[in-house]
C-alpha cells in the first residue's frame, strides 16, 4: 500500500479545499488530514487509515503518530478501501438508492 502512488487524490482533495499530505512525503499512503475538514476527517476515521490533526502546533505530533503506526493504518485502509470500494458494495448501495428512490 505504501507504494501506490495517490498524489492525484491528494491534489484533488486539496482543490476541494482539504489540507491532506502523504506521512512519507511521496504521494503515497498514509496520510494526515486536517481534523476541521468533515469530510476527509470523516473518511480517516471511517477508515483507520489516517490521523488527523487540529491546527500547526499539532501537525508534526500527528505526523510522529502515522509514522509509527504506518503498517497497522496502511492495513486498516486498504482493508476499508476492499470493503467500500468494492464492486459488490457499490452495487449494495446503488440498490438501497434505487430502492428508497422508487418506493
Request: proline share 4%; hydrophobic share 45%; aromatic share 4%.
Amino acid at each position: 500500500m505504501r507504494e501506490r502512488p495517490i498524489e492525484d487524490l491528494l491534489d484533488a482533495l486539496r482543490q476541494l479545499g482539504a489540507d491532506a499530505v502523504s506521512e512519507s512525503g511521496t504521494g503515497c499512503p498514509p496520510v494526515v488530514v486536517r481534523a476541521d475538514n468533515p469530510v476527509t476527517a470523516g473518511q480517516v476515521a471511517r477508515s483507520g487509515g489516517g490521523i488527523t490533526y487540529g491546527d500547526a502546533e499539532s501537525f508534526g505530533d500527528a505526523l510522529d503518530r502515522a509514522i509509527a503506526a504506518r503498517e497497522s493504518l496502511g492495513a486498516a485502509g486498504r482493508a476499508w478501501v476492499e470493503r467500500e470500494s468494492s464492486w459488490e458494495a457499490f452495487d449494495a448501495r446503488l440498490m438501497q438508492l434505487v430502492a428508497l428512490t422508487a418506493s
